[in-house]
């Protein structure tokens, strides 16, 4: 299991990738 | 609540996670939020693989009530594709793992209606409606489930 929740930044790549699977979509300010 | 150990393996086994920042990804950010409208930070959605929204997070939360919110998304989203058995297991896991959660009593009140879209049996109403009884019986979904008494 990953130590750190590995986002991606485009949100068409991760619908066509889920499948099964929910797009978590993030929506954040917070400091990166 | 992101580097929470619970939350990371829960994110990496059910979701496809992608942030888009305010100012990092401000265009995105932005097309996204008319998109959903979102737009305030931190708003979270669990959204299904045909592009529709099945769950909304927004506002901070604690891991200990972000990860229920999460679980019920899950649940949610397995309602919405009419798989009424996954989605009441998944609702009672809702219930039984994280039961002093305010995601809890919602859980509840979706897995006794999704017993019932199961079996379209009456029993599980009422059945729910007693549940209510015994447990979150000052919440909002017990008064939602007391008409089925």
Redesign the interface.
Known sequence: ???????????ET??R??????????????P? | MYTNPQVIEFVTRHTVPVRVHARENHEAFAALGDRFDAHWTPTTLLVDAGGTERHRIEGFLPADQFLPQLALGVAKAAFARKDYAAAERLYRDVVDRYANSDAAPEAQYWAGVSRYRATNDAAALKDTAQAFAQRYKDSSWATKASVWK
Do not use: Q
Request: hydrophobic share 55%; glycine share 8%.
């Open positions: 299991m990953p130590e750190e929740i590995r986002w991606g930044r485009d949100f991760a619908l990738a889920a499948g099964d699977k929910l797009v978590l979509l993030d929506f954040s300010a917070a990166m």
